[in-house]
């Protein structure tokens, strides 16, 4: 045996993180074990008997009849659904299959712009025809503040032929738009609306958290149960209520993404998480709450910190408080030296960092002690990088939505070749380029290269806004379908 197998490297990876003995202000929720159900602290060896898949006697996900069928029965009456499936591929499986059932190719779709990248993928798999709608922007943290209802309806009335409205609630920086008047007017015009929730499922359960999406009259919506819940990462549900979605095509599509052998540990946490916040639910966020309003308090005080509120979103938007945004644009800090400086320095780790912003997540597994030196650890930073005057660029407008000449699945299937930058006015597309900030896609596949574009993308080169989505990070070339 060569010498170099004795490595484990993910292993040795996970060891060496576990002995950093961080605060954790991220998901999952249950914060290496802290908010898990007591079962599984309890059941020792018993966990690894527990690892099967599919055998006599137990259940079937794709098609359940016993225990895995009564345990989604149960989260569907938890949530206020007619349906809940299980998943073991996360969200992102559960939006593709709802994608797929939706739409056939060339199909069309309302999808807000900064979709996260599972829809975009989904966009792919069901070739449906995107219509995008550009979200708002939270210009003092540079980020996307919700799609409006009136733009969706805007859209709706210009394509009577579209399948359905997919929107984003909340998104990744807790902001929640009005989704009841979103529902009424999707629904007024026949279609169905369906939820990207990955980051509400905690929302039900405490009456200081926007609404449920099902609540507010979605037709679907899909949670990482992982992120906000209390379950194993990986595991998500997809609901379903009313009338308006095909629960056969739904099953279907779901066997078609997810595994032949889903793990019965994935299932059972989503039973165990389901169980936990359905008796504990409300006391368990009870004491998140109280922590995040301690948090934000504390982070208001300090020089040259700004917090996201609620007074910075458009009217009937809502802002879930366990989600903090930080921005250190007044310390001359970017969200990427502030998440750094608060990992090497001061033990704590973030959800996620922006060009401008870091975003902290209070979960029913965070502890005060997570929140102390978090807090002490923004108050040394904030004392020791306070220069009166220091700002951080400012990035331009995101652009128009270029015109589209192909569906991303078309453009994805294309033969495709690699052109400088500086030469590919009115050529296709066959990638996303997203820059950050805003994490906006500026084009996506399919649609067409304009100067003003190759001019952004000139700018951005160099600026300290970095890009996503591309083959070649540093943008000297693009992928484009070559015809
Ligand atoms: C807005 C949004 N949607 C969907 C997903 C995909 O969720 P999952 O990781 O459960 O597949 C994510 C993941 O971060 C997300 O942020």
């Known amino acids: 045996m060569q010498q170099e197998q004795q490595e484990i490297p993910i292993y040795a990876a996970l060891l060496k993180h576990l002995a950093g003995g961080y605060a954790h202000l991220h998901v999952p929720a249950h914060r290496q074990g802290q908010a898990l159900p007591s079962f599984w602290k309890q059941s020792g060896q018993e966990i690894f008997k527990m690892d099967l898949t599919e055998l006599p006697g137990l259940d079937n996900l794709h098609q359940p009849g016993g225990a895995i069928a009564r345990a989604q029965a149960l989260a569907a009456e938890l949530y206020g659904a007619e349906r809940t499936f299980f998943l073991v591929n996360g969200t992102t499986a559960g939006l593709q299959a709802l994608l797929m059932a939706l739409c056939r190719p060339g199909e069309k779709l309302v999808v807000p712009r900064d979709s996260h990248r599972s829809i975009l993928a989904g966009l792919v798999l069901s070739g449906a025809d995107p219509v995008y709608i550009m979200p708002s922007m939270i ?75 099902l609540a507010c009259g979605a037709d679907a919506a899909v949670q990482s149960m992982h992120k906000m819940g209390g379950s194993l990462t ?36 989503l039973d165990l998480a389901r169980h936990q916040m359905a008796v504990g639910g409300r006391n368990l966020l009870d004491r998140s709450m109280e922590m995040a309003y301690e948090v934000r308090e504390a982070l208001s005080q300090i020089p040259g910190l700004r917090v996201l509120t609620e007074q910075h979103l458009s009217a ?136 003003e574009i190759v001019e952004y993308f000139q700018l951005l080169k160099g600026s300290g806004a970095f890009v996503i989505g591309t083959a070649d990070g540093m943008l000297e070339t693009v992928k484009v379908v070559d015809r």
């Not at 998104?171 to 509400?200: C, T």
Request: one cysteine or more; a positive charge.
């Open 139 to 213: 210009a003092e943290f540079g980020i996307p503040g919700g799609t409006k209802a009136e733009s969706t309806a805007h859209v709706l009335e210009r394509n009577d032929t579209v399948r359905g409205v997919l929107a984003v609630y909340p998104n990744y920086y807790g902001v929640s738009a009005g989704l009841e008047d979103l529902a009424r007017l999707v629904h007024q015009a026949g279609k169905p609306l369906v939820i990207d929730e990955a980051h509400g499922a905690h929302f039900p359960f405490h009456p200081r958290l926007p609404k449920g999406a």
């Open 316 to 451: 009937g938007h809502a802002l879930d408080p366990t989600r903090i945004t930080i921005s250190g644009a007044g310390l001359g800090l970017t969200g990427y030296r502030l998440a750094g400086l608060l990992a090497e320095k001061h033990g704590v780790q973030v959800e996620m960092a922006d060009f401008y912003n870091v975003v902290a997540v209070i979960s029913i597994g965070t502890t005060f002690d997570d929140c102390r030196k978090f807090i002490r650890g923004l108050k040394e930073i904030a004392r020791l990088f306070a220069r009166p005057g220091k700002r951080l660029p400012v990035f331009p407008e995101p652009l128009p939505i270029p015109a589209k000449r192909m569906t991303p699945r078309q453009a994805w299937f294309s033969d495709t070749r690699k052109v400088p930058l500086a030469c590919c006015t009115g050529l296709i597309s066959a990638e996303w380029v997203a820059a950050h900030p805003p994490g906006i896609p500026v084009i996506c596949p399919g649609e067409e290269f304009t100067p």
């Open 234 to 269: 990986q595991s998500s549900l997809l609901h379903l209520r009313g009338d308006r979605l095909n629960t056969g095509l739904v099953a279907s599509a779901l066997a078609l993404l997810q595994t032949s052998s889903p793990s019965y540990l994935l299932l059972l946490s």
